[in-house]
């Protein structure tokens, strides 16, 4: 069995059987990979704290054929994210960042902007930046990565350019505008279009140079999350602890 080593970072973990985890990661070269670390749990491993979540680590591991889970034999710690969880809102985002990449991702597939994604929102959590920004830009550019991103500039039904608010289409293709909308429910203000230019031209470390409220980001959430509960055909269990 060849001895694989990959920089990844660690999604979460689970207690396998009496000694073992269960260890889920976002791997630079490989994508979403699960693996089991053997002896894990035991006092003193030689894993140490570097399973926690979103730790970045080198790990070591070997495949078997047939097998989906790898063993992981090493893993040596290149960056800790436990300062991070003291804050249960960060907490919440991170579980909830984890939980969509791994329903979301292929297994086994390379996807280099996502795990740079995942590495751009803990730095800039680490740099105490506001989680609700975080989370929605995570969102944002989650739904661009996986290609179910709508366009927010244009009606979908009527082709016409957005100038004021819009609405978010029944079936989540798009937004409509005030003419082909029935709908009035989900709506898409001129600061949410505004806030989603900024993100994709900046970083999560820099925030909006204009006053966005907690309700605004609060409903664009709303919007984004509609796309991700619309294509995953499941509400992610975490999204019930955001309260942001
Ligand atoms: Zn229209």
Redesign the pocket.
Known sequence: MPLDESEAIILRTENYGEQDKLVVFFSREKGLVRGLAKGARKFNNRFGSSLEPFSQVRLFYYEKEKHDFVTISNSDLLASSFELFSQIKTNWAFAYFAELTEKFSPYREKEELLYRLLQAVTSAAKASQAVEYITRYFEFWFLKINGILPDFNR?Q????PITSSSWLAPERQGV??P???RDKKMEVTPIHRQVIEWMKKNSPICSPDFAVTSQDWKNLGKIFQAFIIFHLEETPRTLDYLDF
């Open positions: 009606c039904h009527c082709q016409r409509l505008c003419n082909c909308t």
